[in-house]
């Protein structure tokens, strides 16, 4: 079956613009998180919902991050006046009530 | 912060045995230990988790120490295709307010021929 998708799979953009960033977790999965990867780090948290809800959301840097998933399915990453900084690996990750979780192949962002 | 601490990086012929430590002395009651890997430029994938007893699945086989505070990951027959970073993550499974996996720096694995 499918596994988690996530797309784009490369996006770079300006600083100080916004961009969005969007996972197609596993169909019944109930749990979804975003990690960040930069280089030669293993991924860090970022937020994670259940169902519709961010159940955590401790790992957003600050308050340009921000994520949705309105119909429990679907997730979208938004990142507000992108800095530098923020070029990293963004990777999303679901899984159901046996909590193992499937990642996807992440979305490589590059603020210019 | 992990939890964990894992050599930066081992090397393994092909063919042999490939054995990850993994410490994790604080590791509390109720935390399950697991391992994931991560081939270059994709996601990290499960391998093995486990509590206390030694585990085994079709990729690899999992022991755990008697007093829980360290594991030792170990590919039976490593090939070329398993040269990755390793992940050890502890963690209380499934909770609804405490879902999140503290990665480390993992151990990168280079088997090589």
């Known amino acids: 079956g499918a596994g988690v998708s996530q797309t784009p799979s490369n996006k770079v953009t300006e600083k100080g613009k916004y961009v969005e960033l969007r996972c197609d977790p596993i169909s019944g999965h109930t749990a979804l998180y975003w990690y960040r990867q930069s280089l030669g780090q293993g991924p860090e948290f970022l937020i994670y919902f259940q169902g519709t809800g961010a159940a955590d959301d401790s790992g957003l840097p600050n308050d340009r991050f921000f994520a949705v998933r309105p119909e429990g399915s679907v997730s979208t990453l938004k990142i507000q006046r992108t800095e530098r900084g923020d070029s990293a690996v963004y990777l999303c990750?679901?899984?159901?009530?046996?909590?193992?979780?499937?990642f996807g192949p992440g979305t490589r962002l590059t603020v210019l | 912060d992990a939890k964990t601490t894992q050599p930066p990086s081992m090397d393994c012929a092909e063919g042999r045995a490939a054995n990850l430590p993994c410490n994790h002395s604080t590791i509390s009651g109720n935390e399950y230990v697991y391992w994931y890997r991560q081939i270059h430029s994709q996601g990290p994938q499960y391998i093995i988790h486990?509590?206390?007893n030694n585990e085994t699945n079709e990729m690899a086989s999992l022991i755990i120490t008697e007093d829980r505070k360290s594991s030792t990951l170990i590919l039976p027959h490593a090939t070329l295709r398993d040269t990755a970073v390793y992940y050890c993550i502890v963690r209380v499974p499934f909770l609804y307010n405490n879902n999140d996996m503290r990665f480390g720096a993992g151990t990168r694995l280079t088997v090589k021929p």
């Open positions: 990750a679901s899984s159901s009530q046996n909590n193992e979780q499937f």
């Open positions: 486990g509590l206390k």
